[in-house]
């Protein structure tokens, strides 16, 4: 296989990903949505159940750029409050770890008995046929990431790629490059996923994809951005705090990279076990700092702006 067959089938595999990942996000928002709205009202009125949806609704999409979307989406229609959202959309970056687990878990290879049970399950005459669907696409995210996976395998060697991602062992152009990734693609999974397989096959260091990791967590922060330049200025606001709340975390994060690299090497010895640990000290380090303050935070928001709820 040469080098251009090569990059196809790799930029073939994150497609197919990505598309895996957006279907499975729609198909279960879909789910319940009858009652989603009334629900996620409630729920976001405690800052703690808020962060926990927010986690779980981006455990379960795969894509935190989706739920802050989504929030954006919500407070445009008055279903929560501007305050109310801080909190979900910080449980989110919590939340999007679960890329980096399965991943790690290397479940790709159970891929097909997902996309299989739920080509069965689409097939029944009955309302389970939905949750069907879910499950077919759960499965061609993993499969998704398995390609991915066996794509890179050739250019762990190549000199020109270690040369090029030699450049993330400074830990500001890793950062930089996870921003600009995740912004190109739209996905802090894709980027999480491709840095963790490429420092599993010994292309990146640890740190390197740890800084990698963190910049993909600002960079996921510009969908909802631009998805909230036409609605009202509290969704706008929201943006804008999601992306203030991960700049933030990347600044604290940024100097304690090699000290998540050396506990995530204490924890687990399988390198895609340490970035993982590494991906989630890192969000909950944020969470931890931020949920105290998170209503006096929105507060002052909405005061610079003077935005009135």
């Not at 779980?56 to 929030?71: H, R």
């Amino acid at each position: 296989m040469n080098s251009l067959q090569a990059t196809i089938l790799v930029f073939s595999a994150i497609a197919l990903f990505l598309h895996g990942l957006n279907s499975f996000s729609q198909e279960v928002k879909e789910i319940g949505s009858d009652y989603f709205k009334i629900w996620i009202g409630k729920v976001t009125q405690n800052k703690m159940s808020g962060f926990f949806l927010g986690a779980l609704l981006t455990a379960l999409i795969q894509s935190s750029s989706a739920v802050s979307s989504i929030t954006v989406a919500l407070i445009d229609a008055g279903i929560i409050s501007f305050t109310n959202s801080l909190a979900m959309m910080l449980g989110a970056n919590v939340g999007t770890t679960a890329t980096a687990w399965l991943v790690s878990f290397k479940v790709g290879q159970i891929a097909p008995v997902f996309i299989v049970l739920g080509t069965l399950i689409g097939i029944i005459p009955t309302r389970i046929r939905t949750a069907g669907k879910s499950i077919f696409y759960f499965g061609l995210i993993l499969f998704g990431l398995e390609l991915i996976s066996q794509a890179l395998t050739p250019f762990k060697d190549s000199p020109k790629m270690i040369e090029v991602l030699a450049l993330a062992d400074n830990h500001l152009l890793g950062l930089i490059v996870g921003i600009l990734i995740t912004i190109l693609v739209q996905s802090s999974s894709v980027t999480t996923g491709l840095s963790i397989i490429l420092a599993q096959q010994g292309v990146l260091s640890i740190e390197a994809a740890i800084a990698i990791i963190i910049g993909s967590n600002v960079g996921s922060t510009s969908t909802a951005l631009v998805a909230s330049l036409q609605m009202t200025p509290s969704a706008q606001l929201a943006a804008k705090a999601n992306f203030i709340f991960n700049c933030f975390g990347a600044i604290v994060c940024f100097p304690l990279i090699s000290g998540f690299a050396s506990l995530a090497d204490m924890l687990a010895e399988e390198v895609g076990y340490q970035i993982a640990f590494a991906h989630l000290f890192f969000n909950v380090v944020i969470s931890v700092l931020m949920l105290p303050v998170i209503r006096q935070f929105g507060n002052w928001m909405m005061k610079r702006s003077s935005i009135e709820q």
